[in-house]
């Protein structure tokens, strides 16, 4: 940790590297912008080297490669090769669509240390469906095995919503089927595509009651086989979560164009001026971009978070949450049942959705 004048800096921990938007899967809740970088904007192999060598000067101890779908680029073996000899633990985030039997060995023989799967439902069919595309579930079981066969590490991530969430214990299962050693279960959080399709989306408060004991239930039963970690969905939480371990803190994104974002979802927040790998270090961008420095620390806070003993704790929640559902990114995030705009959060939170789920973006 170094000290910037008033503010103190911390050192990020983990870097995003969102190496493309291209992804052949449809997911409606997808975390993409809605507006893509395209192909021809994408950084080259030789600019995401340097961002790693840089991020590995600057502190960072993991890069997650994601995108998109990162099997996309055809030199993902050669960026999680330069990712390893900058000394970063490297994980590899995917759909398991796009990445060959032939690319996960060289990423495997590139040093790559870990890899995340996505799964949409323990059934094949719903999962196909979810995803926009007939055999993705095979390819990605596929994936899986060949991960396992190769003996690296596999986490599987599951996106919780109305049309699979009384299938958790399933997915737990179908983990332990595929040795993996750890599971994400992470409720659709409400931004960018997901925000678009949040009625057909969200479940009902007695779906995510049952859920989260459902998930207890599943933690004691498996203990010791699987690690489970559960994400509250924001709607039905009583306080925020510490969103990105707080703004300009712990992280930051790349896009596959370049710009640097303190969390994935910046870019809804209007006019905040993001600074560009191509012209920037990487420390640069860290200690001195308009972006990061918008909302540091927690003095920008107002009411009720001014003067709350949790603002160290939760920053006052996620700053893209509080502008999306209260048009001012500086206000307290309305999930908090403290915040004066919370109504409006308990009021959809309640409502018993009524918007078929129509798998498909909207
Ligand atoms: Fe967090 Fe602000 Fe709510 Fe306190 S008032 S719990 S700091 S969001
Ligand atoms: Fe941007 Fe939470 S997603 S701060």
Partial sequence: MADSGAMTLYKPLGLLAELTHRCPLGCPYCSNPLAL?????????????????????????????????????????????????????????????????????????????????????????????????????????????????????????????????E????????????????????????????????????????????????????????????????????YHARFPKPCVGGWGRRSLNVTPSGKVLPCHAAEAIPDLEFWNVREHSLADIWASSPAFNAFRGTDFLPEPCASCERREIDFGGCRCQAFLLTGDARATDPVCHLSPDHTRVAELAAVQQDAPYNYRRM
């Fill in 37 to 165: 970088d395209k192909r021809d904007d994408e950084l080259d192999t030789a600019t995401w080297m340097r961002v790693f060598k840089e991020a590995a000067g600057l502190g960072v101890l993991q890069v997650h490669l994601s995108g998109g779908e990162p099997g996309a680029r055809r030199d993902l073996p050669e960026i999680a090769a330069s990712a390893r000899e900058a000394g970063l633990y490297t994980n590899l985030i995917t759909s398991g669509v796009g990445i060959t039997t032939r690319t996960i060995r060289d990423l495997w023989e590139a040093g790559l240390d870990h890899v995340q799967i996505s799964i949409q439902d323990s059934d094949a069919v719903s999962s196909d469906r979810i995803a926009g595309y007939r055999g993705a579930y095979a390819r990605k079981c596929a994936l899986a095995a060949e991960v396992k066969r190769l003996g690296l590490p596999l986490t599987i991530n599951l996106v919780v919503h109305r049309a699979n969430i």
């Fill in 167 to 234: 299938r958790i214990g399933a997915m737990v299962d179908l983990a332990l089927d595929l040795k993996a050693s750890r599971i994400e279960i992470a409720h659709v959080q409400y931004y960018g595509w997901a925000l678009k399709n949040r009625a057909a989306l969200m479940p009902s408060a007695d779906q995510v009651a049952r859920a989260a004991a459902e998930v207890e239930e599943l933690r004691a039963r498996h203990h010791g086989k699987i690690v489970i970690d559960a994400v509250v969905p924001d």
